[in-house]
């Protein structure tokens, strides 16, 4: 579809975490604008990641948006200015209490929705994890630790339903890393 032309972008802060923005385009053969909504926020980034003894920790904690609690891999979103590597072993110390010791490895980088949403989901894979026992976890996440080899059967059976962690449980099991 070329042609296409962003002639003014307008942004509506809703809160620290998102920003509505409102784009108007001149596409060919039409006369009037059109104007499409999407999200900015903050990139996501998740991590899959092994112990030693082939387990896999996940966590489960209450989700407003679905008004209901969820299994989902360890994460969250990227601070401002922060490397994606770093947001991967931070959160995965601050949720689970677990520390990376190799440097994890890129499973992809995504867009979640390029359709609505202007981010992108950064996914790692990382083996050999230790648990930190000076750790201290996020009160409002419970952990949750499976052994490898239910990972994918977690996602077949329904159990983890965030569409981009069982994306990236998928990669890592096609990659042959689970």
């Not at 387990?55 to 401002?80: D, F, I, N, S």
């Not at 949720?95 to 609505?116: H, I, K, M, Q, S």
């Not at 050999?128 to 996020?138: H, K, L, N």
Request: proline fraction near 4%; glycine fraction near 8%.
């Amino acid at each position: 579809m070329s042609g296409t032309e962003i002639v003014r972008t307008t942004r509506t802060r809703l809160s620290s975490w998102v920003d509505l923005v409102a784009k108007d385009l001149s596409n060919p053969g039409r006369t009037e604008l059109q104007t499409f909504h999407s999200f900015s926020q903050a990139d996501y980034v998740n991590i899959v990641a092994v112990t030693a003894d082939r387990r896999v920790p996940l966590v489960r904690q209450y989700r407003a948006a679905v008004e209901r609690y969820t299994l989902e891999l360890p994460g969250g979103l990227c601070e401002l200015k922060e490397d994606p590597v770093a947001t991967a072993k931070r959160e995965l110390m601050e949720e689970t209490g677990y520390r990376v010791v190799a440097e994890p490895e890129l499973l992809g980088r995504f867009y979640p929705d390029p359709g609505r949403l202007e981010n992108r989901l950064w996914g790692f894979f990382a083996s050999g994890i230790v648990a930190d026992p000076a750790a201290g976890r996020d009160d409002d996440v419970e952990l949750i630790v499976f052994e490898r080899k239910e990972l994918v059967h977690l996602v077949l059976d329904g159990k983890i339903e965030h569409a981009g962690h069982a994306g990236l449980i998928a990669l890592a099991a096609l990659k042959g890393l689970i």
